[in-house]
């Protein structure tokens, strides 16, 4: 089988099964095979690995995670793809496909079924829900190494954000905590059939084998974060006093700012991870 990984095949393969690329599912199929060879190579996946993909589509990245992995485990929600996976990765013996939704699945099992290896999780994501994939992979107890992942440019930037910009805020920070956050390439409407709307990128996040930051409460951190940003002119004390689910007062956040030299009229985009980190065990319940 040639590979997918171009304009001409992935005409072919869709007319041969008489399919379109549906809308709801997010599909936008790569043609670049320079992109599919960058995404392994930045994964970088190698024949001891075990691979997590998300959404194989018609199977174009998986061909080539296929021949770079020890084993790949695809996971795709449109079941009518099944009969063309068949086709298209019937030369690999290392592919398993699961029909399923990966918001749903149980990625332990994944894990204790491949002999209990780390994963790299490697994916053209369908950007209609790459934040709960994201914080769904992170949150999981399954060891996972590494995620390599096309999204949009404009969630890579924010992604890879540090204080002081406008790209920065509860997804930068969210990320942050749990791993190391690289644009590997900006990807063009140009390569994928049908061209979505926006630039992509590819992103690679090597996990942190402990969170960035220790916290008592990652709870309460991660609300204080998404309340600095919710309102994002307002100053990170109005915004802490005004959510009353947190429950704190206006001479608490003053005193915590105090406490840690922060201005008191600070914005939350200045604020980095570690302070984050202080501000919420000093603002405990
Ligand atoms: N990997 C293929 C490629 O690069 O050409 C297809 C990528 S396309 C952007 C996203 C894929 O994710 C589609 O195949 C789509 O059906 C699948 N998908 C969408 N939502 C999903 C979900 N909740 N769980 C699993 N797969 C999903």
Same mark, same amino acid.
């Given at each position: 089988?040639?590979?997918?990984?171009?304009?001409?095949?992935?005409?072919?393969? #869709?007319?041969?099964?008489? !399919?379109?690329?549906?809308?709801?599912?997010?599909? %936008?199929? #790569?043609?670049?095979?320079?992109?599919?060879? @960058?995404?392994?190579?930045?994964?970088?996946?190698?024949?001891?690995?075990?691979?997590?993909?998300?959404?194989?589509?018609? @199977?174009?990245?998986? /061909?080539?995670?296929?021949? &770079?992995?020890?084993?790949?485990?695809?996971?795709?929600?449109?079941?009518?793809?099944?009969?063309?996976?068949?086709?298209?990765?019937?030369?690999?013996? %290392?592919?398993?496909?699961? %029909?399923?939704?990966?918001?749903?699945?149980?990625?332990?099992?994944?894990? +204790?079924?491949?002999? @209990?290896?780390?994963?790299?999780?490697?994916?053209? #994501?369908?950007?209609?829900?790459?934040?709960?994939?994201? !914080?769904?992979?992170?949150?999981?107890? &399954?060891?996972?190494?590494?995620?390599?992942?096309?999204? /949009?440019?404009?969630?890579?930037?924010? !992604?890879?954000?540090?204080?002081?910009?406008?790209?920065?805020?509860?997804?930068?920070?969210?990320?942050?905590?749990?791993?190391?956050?690289?644009?590997? !390439?900006?990807?063009?409407? *140009?390569?994928?059939?049908?061209?979505? %709307?926006?630039? +992509?990128?590819?992103?690679?996040? *090597?996990?942190?084998?402990?969170?960035?930051?220790?916290? /008592?409460?990652?709870?309460?951190?991660?609300?204080?974060?998404?309340?600095?940003? $919710?309102?994002?002119?307002?100053?990170?004390?109005?915004?802490?006093?005004? $959510?009353?689910?947190?429950?704190?007062?206006?001479?608490?956040?003053?005193?915590?700012?105090?406490?840690?030299?922060?201005?008191?009229?600070?914005?939350?985009?200045?604020?980095?991870?570690? /302070?984050?980190?202080?501000? *919420?065990?000093?603002?405990?319940?």
């Amino acid at each position: 089988m040639a590979y997918l990984g171009n304009a001409a095949r992935t005409k072919e393969v #869709l007319a041969k099964y008489n !399919m379109s690329a549906k809308k709801k599912f997010g599909q %936008n199929f #790569l043609i670049d095979s320079h992109v599919l060879e @960058g995404i392994v190579e930045a994964a970088g996946v190698t024949d001891d690995d075990l691979v997590l993909e998300i959404g194989p589509g018609i @199977g174009s990245l998986t /061909q080539y995670l296929a021949e &770079a992995a020890g084993k790949v485990v695809a996971v795709e929600i449109d079941k009518t793809l099944l009969p063309v996976l068949a086709d298209t990765l019937s030369e690999y013996d %290392n592919v398993t496909v699961i %029909n399923e939704d990966i918001l749903k699945v149980d990625l332990d099992e994944i894990v +204790s079924e491949n002999g @209990g290896r780390p994963i790299k999780v490697v994916a053209n #994501l369908p950007y209609y829900i790459t934040t709960p994939i994201i !914080m769904k992979l992170f949150e999981s107890r &399954a060891r996972i190494e590494s995620i390599t992942v096309m999204v /949009q440019k404009e969630v890579a930037d924010r !992604m890879a954000a540090g204080p002081g910009g406008k790209d920065y805020g509860s997804l930068s920070l969210a990320v942050g905590y749990y791993a190391k956050a690289v644009t590997v !390439m900006d990807v063009p409407p *140009s390569s994928f059939i049908p061209q979505p %709307n926006v630039g +992509s990128a590819v992103v690679n996040l *090597s996990r942190y084998t402990e969170p960035r930051v220790k916290v /008592q409460d990652e709870k309460r951190l991660f609300e204080i974060v998404r309340t600095a940003f $919710n309102q994002r002119r307002k100053t990170l004390s109005n915004s802490l006093s005004n $959510n009353p689910s947190l429950g704190v007062s206006r001479q608490e956040v003053a005193d915590a700012f105090l406490k840690m030299g922060v201005d008191e009229k600070a914005r939350g985009e200045i604020l980095t991870l570690e /302070q984050f980190a202080e501000l *919420s065990d000093i603002l405990q319940r």
